[in-house]
């Protein structure tokens, strides 16, 4: 804050003479007294007693000149020491804030945004009326009360006690300073504080552009400040030469581009917004260019701006802060980089563009949970769309990674791998490159995870590597074999807790793949004394059951992350029903039925009694859906 600097003593000294006769009795002994405290200020509690009772008489006095030394007084003293104090200390502050002399609303607008910095304080000020009469000063031609007015209404409107862009703690602290932002917003501040952000006088612009965006931490303020005009003021002073100005206006249009209305209008009328941001991401101040990335981040929520991003050659800028050492820039790129990917359009340029290895190299940045979480669901994205994407990925080592690491990272993490080797899978150039690797090794223990998604998403990526389709009936199946009784029980046992699963949808994985492994000859299954049981009460019943909540949260587009409940309703049941069926019709069988034997079947629809009214179209229908939830494409 801005505080005046004045010598107190000095200016009672020099004027006393000059005004002592016209003083009032009560005044004459106030002035004597505070002359006193103040060769003792240093042992004197200026906020209680007489110290305070003696400037609280100059304050209400009509002489302009006692006003003048009170509210330099108050500067000074609310300059070295600051703390919670009552309406007794507040009430001549504010009294002098009225004043028509410049110079004693200077010094009192000092005093009071320095107590404002105080939590208990800038809530009392709020409360006693001290918005109207800064809002005055603020549209004072004086650039000096300007300069203080608006100081002090960014502190009213800081979380915190010392930086305007801190987020402060939750409970009813918090509460009240956001029930003080709404005053300031619903006061008519907003208005002359937009119009100053403009002035000249750069103290003014940091005080201005500081509250405004103090007011960006809630939806109603933000739409009040929109309201207000404060967009193309701060989109313009993106290119202003002050740091902390670019800062201000980075990180408000950075929490305003948070809500998609905003968006929207931010795309309608700011051209130049993406370029000016992409531009910042290069500035010489680390904090300008981690909020920048942040802002192009919150734009990359819609899909124009994930391509407007790339079209600004913001990717140059964003694989350079992605290989920061300073952790805020490597979490604000790899969250901008992962909504710039979700776009189809931008998978292959982001490739070409080197942040492949960079991204798996974050896949063990084990400093942060968030940071991995971004690189891997980024690479998902990436394998989205295109066979020759997730070629790339795995040639660069990103399986690799994921098996070395995908047991030991936090569940989060854990849910994006998993994701995306389920994505991965669905190649079938790659599916034997992925089980030779033994990714079956890491998945197979996932699926008992304590978490529901990576159980999900560890069983799709099972699922879509025994899934045949294109594939010929001599192709080797052994990985599955291998893995049959091992790691933790194996496929064996994973496909039984998914068979007795209270969960539909993951009943309908469990039958499904052993479909698919039975097509492709393993013959574990028919002597399994867990399995078929529990297929043939499948094959029989048909209850309801509930559904599970996976892919209840977004991810990359392309996913298996598509909810699993697409496919179990009603008619899910009856699917799963079916493909029990075919297992019994598989393992029922006299003999053993070759795989292109049931193949035969399928397309003839040649089923036991039970599947006699299923034809072979109904079946691919079936398997199609199936397939559909293992890479459903929702999310971001």
Not at 473 to 498: E, Q
Request: glycine share 6%.
């Amino acid at each position: 804050m801005g505080v005046v600097s004045s010598c107190c003593e000095s200016c009672f000294r020099s004027r006393k003479s000059t005004y002592e006769p016209l003083l009032l009795e009560n005044e004459r002994e106030a002035v004597a007294d505070l002359l006193q405290y103040l060769e003792n200020r240093t042992t004197t509690d200026f906020f209680r007693d007489s110290p305070l009772a003696a400037l609280t008489t100059l304050s209400f006095s009509d002489n302009v000149d006692l006003q003048r030394s009170a509210a330099l007084a108050f500067a000074e003293i609310t300059e070295k020491e600051v703390r919670p104090v009552g309406r007794d200390t507040l009430d001549p502050i504010l009294f002098l804030l009225g004043s028509h002399d410049t110079e004693v609303q200077r010094a009192a607008s000092a005093a009071l945004g320095n107590l404002a910095v105080n939590t208990e304080n800038k809530l009392l000020i709020v409360k006693l009326g001290g918005l109207e009469p800064l809002i005055r000063q603020m549209l004072s031609p004086n650039v000096e009360v300007q300069c203080n007015a608006v100081g002090c209404v960014t502190n009213l409107a800081t979380h915190g006690k010392t930086s305007i862009h801190v987020h402060s703690r939750y409970g009813l602290t918090q509460h009240l300073e956001d029930d003080n932002k709404t005053k300031i917003a619903k006061s008519g501040a907003l208005v002359p504080l937009t119009r100053l952000a403009r002035s000249k006088d750069m103290r003014v612009q940091r005080n201005a552009t500081g509250a405004l965006l103090n007011m960006t931490h809630s939806d109603e303020n933000r739409q009040q400040l929109v309201n207000a005009g404060a967009i193309p003021v701060l989109v313009s002073l993106l290119n202003s030469p002050d740091t902390d100005v670019q800062y201000y206006c980075t990180t408000a249009l950075s929490n305003i581009a948070v809500d998609a209305h905003n968006r929207k209008k931010l795309a309608q009328t700011e051209p130049k917004l993406v370029s000016s941001l992409v531009q910042l991401m290069d500035s010489p101040s680390l904090k300008v260019q981690c909020q920048a990335a942040l802002a192009l981040r919150n734009l990359a929520s819609d899909e124009k701006y994930q391509l407007e991003i790339v079209k600004a050659d913001g990717l140059t800028s964003l694989l350079r802060l992605l290989q920061s050492t300073y952790l805020p820039l490597i979490l604000s790129a790899a969250a901008c980089v992962r909504n710039v990917s979700i776009h189809p359009q931008n998978e292959s340029p982001i490739i070409e563009s080197g942040f492949l290895q960079p991204l798996i190299n974050l896949l063990s940045f084990k400093e942060n949970e968030e940071v991995q979480c971004h690189a891997i669901s980024t690479l998902r994205n990436l394998a989205a769309s295109s066979e020759k994407n997730k070629q790339a990925i795995v040639k660069a080592g990103a399986v690799e990674s994921i098996k070395e690491l995908v047991l030991e990272v936090p569940m989060n993490v854990q849910s994006e791998m998993t994701a995306c080797i389920a994505v991965l899978a669905l190649s079938e150039e790659l599916k034997g490159q992925l089980l030779e690797m033994g990714i079956c090794e890491v998945l197979i223990p996932l699926t008992n995870s304590p978490s529901s998604e990576v159980q999900g998403n560890s069983a799709a990526a099972l699922g879509n590597l025994s899934a045949k389709d294109g594939r010929t009936t001599s192709d080797d199946y052994s990985a599955f074999n291998d893995v049959w009784d091992k790691p933790d029980g194996g496929m064996h046992r994973y496909l039984y807790r998914f068979l007795t699963s209270s969960d539909a949808t993951f009943q309908h994985i469990a039958v499904w793949t052993i479909v698919q492994l039975l097509e492709s000859g393993g013959n574990n299954i028919r002597n399994s004394n867990l399995l078929i049981p529990n297929i043939r009460l499948l094959a029989e019943t048909r209850t309801s059951t509930p559904t599970s909540s996976i892919g209840g949260t977004p991810h990359s587009h392309h996913s298996m992350s598509r909810s699993y409940q697409d496919t179990e309703t009603g008619d899910g049941q009856g699917e799963i029903q079916m493909l029990a069926r075919r297992i019994l019709d598989f393992t029922d069988s006299e003999g053993v039925m070759t795989p292109s034997a049931l193949a035969s079947q399928i397309q003839a629809g040649s089923f036991s009694q039970h599947d006699e009214s299923v034809s072979g179209r109904d079946h691919e229908e079936l398997r199609k859906s199936v397939r559909e939830a293992f890479a459903g494409n929702s999310g971001q």
